[in-house]
């Protein structure tokens, strides 16, 4: 599932405006998800577009990861907030913890599983 950064601007939509971001985060850019623009464009008429977060699928457990994409300013225009996180989260569960008593031939499992708070802004991998 993708993660959506929606922008939005006020006031006439008569002219397309674009606008330029810098991605930073704890996520790499073409391992952990498809590599961004760094430039959107809300189109004639609208008020708003979207920048989307496509995770790339692995077969790996990775610990949650964040995109953060960050507006650059622009003239005649109040950005607020100039930036916001998407976090991506791992569909593969993490390896099994195994613990045994020592000095036992039996071992017991113990089964860690993420489950992860969801926020406003999340993308997964697939």
Same mark, same amino acid.
């Given at each position: 599932?993708?993660?959506? $950064?929606?922008?939005?601007?006020?006031?006439?939509?008569?002219?397309?405006?674009?606008?330029?971001?810098?991605?930073?985060?704890?996520?790499?850019?073409?391992?952990?998800?498809? =590599?961004?623009?760094?430039? =959107?464009?809300?189109?004639?008429?609208?008020? %708003?577009?979207?920048?989307?977060?496509?995770?790339? @699928?692995?077969?790996?457990?990775?610990?949650?990861?964040?995109?953060?994409?960050?507006?650059?300013?622009?003239?005649? $225009?109040? =950005? %607020?907030? =100039? %930036?916001?996180?998407?976090?991506?989260? %791992? @569909?593969?569960?993490?390896? @099994?913890?195994?613990?045994?008593?020592?000095?036992?031939?039996?071992?017991?499992?113990?089964?860690?599983?993420?489950?992860?708070?969801?926020?406003?802004?999340?993308?997964?991998?697939?």
């Amino acid at each position: 599932m993708p993660g959506i $950064f929606t922008v939005t601007r006020t006031g006439p939509t008569t002219d397309p405006l674009t606008l330029t971001y810098a991605v930073t985060g704890t996520a790499t850019p073409g391992a952990d998800y498809n =590599v961004l623009s760094g430039t =959107v464009t809300i189109p004639i008429g609208a008020a %708003s577009a979207t920048i989307t977060v496509t995770p790339v @699928d692995d077969t790996e457990y990775e610990y949650d990861e964040t995109v953060i994409v960050t507006l650059a300013p622009v003239p005649d $225009f109040v =950005v %607020s907030p =100039v %930036s916001a996180t998407v976090t991506i989260v %791992s @569909d593969e569960l993490p390896p @099994d913890l195994v613990v045994a008593k020592p000095g036992h031939g039996r071992r017991g499992c113990l089964h860690h599983h993420v489950l992860p708070l969801h926020q406003q802004h999340r993308a997964r991998h697939r």
